[in-house]
Each structure stands twice: as structure tokens, then as C-alpha cells.
T-cell receptor
């Protein structure tokens, strides 16, 4: 069975600090996809990134960066120079190989609530 | 494109009542799913569909029914509402073509069962 663990329930930082959100996953599949979603206070789910299991390159998008390490089954998310607008709940999720028809099945972590204050 | 739409946005039910949560997408996505979000538990998969006429159970299917008669619609039926079904319900869709396998989520339905 798949499992995603986000051990950090809540993180508080002061604006401009860097913050890393941890995600550890378990799967028996050799092909899988990892995702990060943001849920701001308004409640919608905002897609941030998808990474497949064959691509271990780190990714940077503006102030966001992701570190994928298969050796430790981790897919951590770093926000550089955090801003108040980054305050949200962040979810890490795992999907099985979509070629087998299971792209619709996401296993989510329990989320990390990030609070950025001035 | 409206994306994924869900109705209603809010609903209060009494224990034992039945109702249908509506979900529609206009992106011609094959895959559609229903999740529930409870405090401290993330999102959990209720039911999913890989195409019209094909549905399957997720992690927490008990008390819910689904059907998929068209590509666009994927309603979730609560047969006899219970307080344990108080939750926020999200519908999602995705496609299987090349490119991103991003799941597009609807805005959610907040359901309270008293």
C-alpha cells in the first residue's frame, strides 16, 4: 500500500525566512508520480508541481524549489524568502503509474500548515 | 473552460437523509475522482472512474455510491447520511494523454450532517 508522511503538522516562520516542508513516501511501484498542492485559507487546491519517479533532477520555480531523492524516498519542498501570501496548508501526494489507468488515484499526506508572519 | 464545477458549495443534512453531490468537468478528461478532506487527515479517495461506465472504490467508499454515465459528470450519492460523513468533498479530474497528469480539483462542497 502507498503511504505519504508529512511529519511537520505546523510551521511558523517570519517573512523572508527560508522554510522546507518534508515529504516521505512509501510505494512498491517502480513508476510513480509525486505532487505538491497548496491549499490557501480560501480552501481550493492549487497544483504546484508533478515529478515522475525517473526524474531526480531538482526543480526550481521562482522562490519554490523541490528536492527529490529516491534513495531516501523523500520529495521535500523549499520556499525561499517566504512571504505572508505563502501561508497555507501544503499537501504532498503520490500517484501510481498512470499508464495502468490509475492516474486518478492520489494518496495524500496529512498536510503541513505554514504560517508566515511579518 | 469552467474546469471542474461542484454543486452545492454548502449543504446541511439530517442523519438518514440522502443527497447527491454534483461534479462536472468540461475538459474531456477520462479520469474523475471524489475525495473527502477531514481535519488532520489530508484528502482520502472515496471513489474514482477511469472513463464513462467504469467506476471503482477508493480508500473510504462505505456509505457512498457513484456512477459515470457521461464523460462530463460524476455525481456522488450519500445513501443515508451519518454525522461521520461531515466533511469537505472535492471532485477532481485528469486526462491520460501525454503531458501533465495534474489532477484538476473543483472548489469543494462543505457538508454538515446533524
Amino acid at each position: 500500500a502507498q503511504k505519504v508522511t508529512q511529519a511537520q503538522t505546523e510551521i511558523s516562520v517570519v517573512e523572508k525566512e527560508d522554510v522546507t516542508l518534508d515529504c516521505v513516501y512509501e510505494t512498491r511501484d517502480t513508476t510513480y508520480y509525486l505532487f505538491w498542492y497548496k491549499q490557501p485559507p480560501s480552501g481550493e487546491l492549487v497544483f504546484l508541481i508533478r515529478r515522475n519517479s525517473f526524474d531526480e533532477q531538482n526543480e526550481i520555480s521562482g522562490r519554490y524549489s523541490w528536492n527529490f531523492q529516491k534513495s531516501t524516498s523523500s520529495f521535500n519542498f523549499t520556499i525561499t524568502a517566504s512571504q505572508v501570501v505563502d501561508s497555507a496548508v501544503y499537501f504532498c501526494a503520490l500517484s501510481e503509474d498512470p499508464h495502468t489507468g490509475t492516474a486518478s488515484k492520489l494518496t495524500f499526506g496529512t498536510g503541513t500548515r505554514l504560517q508566515v508572519t511579518l | 473552460n469552467a474546469g471542474v464545477t461542484q454543486t452545492p458549495k454548502f449543504q446541511v443534512l439530517k442523519t438518514g437523509q440522502s443527497m447527491t453531490l454534483q461534479c462536472a468537468q468540461d475538459m474531456n478528461h477520462e479520469y474523475m475522482s471524489w475525495y473527502r478532506q477531514d481535519p488532520g487527515m489530508g484528502l482520502r479517495l472515496i471513489h474514482y472512474s477511469v472513463g464513462a461506465g467504469i467506476t471503482d472504490q477508493g480508500e473510504v467508499p462505505n456509505g457512498y455510491n457513484v456512477s459515470r454515465s457521461t464523460t462530463e459528470d460524476f455525481p456522488l450519492r450519500l445513501l443515508s447520511a451519518a454525522p461521520s460523513q461531515t466533511s469537505v468533498y472535492f471532485c477532481a479530474s485528469s486526462y491520460s494523454g501525454t503531458g501533465s497528469y495534474e489532477q484538476y480539483f473543483g472548489p469543494g462542497t462543505r457538508l454538515t450532517v446533524t
